[in-house]
């Protein structure tokens, strides 16, 4: 009977160390090389920024005029986000996708929905917990905070008009070109932003939803929400 009671009393001790060591994992390991993921892909960016390789450049006999915006690459980061509210040393890559690999490297951008400053509903996913903890203070955005994005020459400065609002996963209309629930009820060029619900868990997505409230050129230093 000894015998049992000790061999049952070290199973439970090896659990619960293999348990302590798995959430070890989650909480900290994960963070540790997410957030080296996303500081590569923000310096990778402004490299390429700062090397001119923003856009690719047109081929012979291309059109004169403006050229139509490249479509995004996969699994390629192409913008930063700044949240204000977040903290103001809060940055994060976009890249182009919202695959398990793609957001742990950063906050993903929905393919078939709208470029960056474009007509339509540029839409953006990110992990609430674990790969950095990327959307953590969701539940704090409000009415009214700034949302800003970079593509390396132009600031977007975005304004939450609703959120956060709480859904299942399987509404996908808010990211429609007018998002259901969003209050929008006409074209125009919206944010949505979407992460997990609850905390650790993603039975249901929180969603919050803005406006496009103004365009700088990067030339023209850091816009007003990012000085404050």
């Given at each position: ?34 957030d080296g993921l996303m500081s590569d892909q923000i310096d990778r960016l402004q490299q390429q920024w ?179």
């Amino acid at each position: 009977m000894r015998a049992i009671v000790r061999t049952v009393s070290e199973l439970c001790i090896t659990v619960g160390a293999l348990i302590v060591l798995f959430v070890a994992y989650v909480l900290f390991w994960t963070g540790v090389k997410a957030d080296g993921l996303m500081s590569d892909q923000i310096d990778r960016l402004q490299q390429q920024w700062s090397q001119g390789g923003v856009h690719e450049p047109a081929g012979p006999g291309a059109a004169a005029g403006p050229a139509a915006p490249a479509p995004y690459r996969s699994g390629k980061a192409f913008a930063i986000m700044y949240i204000p509210r977040f903290g103001f040393t809060w940055n994060k890559p976009v890249l182009e996708g919202t695959g398990t690999d793609v957001l742990k490297k950063g906050l993903g951008h929905y393919a078939r929905t709208a470029q960056l400053g474009g007509r339509g509903n540029f839409s953006v996913a990110g992990h609430r917990r674990t790969y950095g903890d990327p959307f953590k203070d969701f539940p704090e955005l409000r009415p009214g905070d700034a949302v800003v994005l970079t593509d390396g020459t132009t600031w977007f400065t975005y304004r939450i008009d609703k959120g956060p609002y709480r859904t299942v996963p399987t509404d996908v209309e808010v990211i429609d070109p007018v998002p259901r629930m969003s209050g929008y009820t006409r074209p125009g060029r919206y944010l949505t932003l979407t992460t997990c619900e609850p905390e650790w868990g993603h039975s249901h997505r929180l969603i919050v939803w803005a406006h496009l409230d103004s365009t700088e050129p990067v030339e023209a230093g850091k816009p007003e929400a990012l000085r404050r």
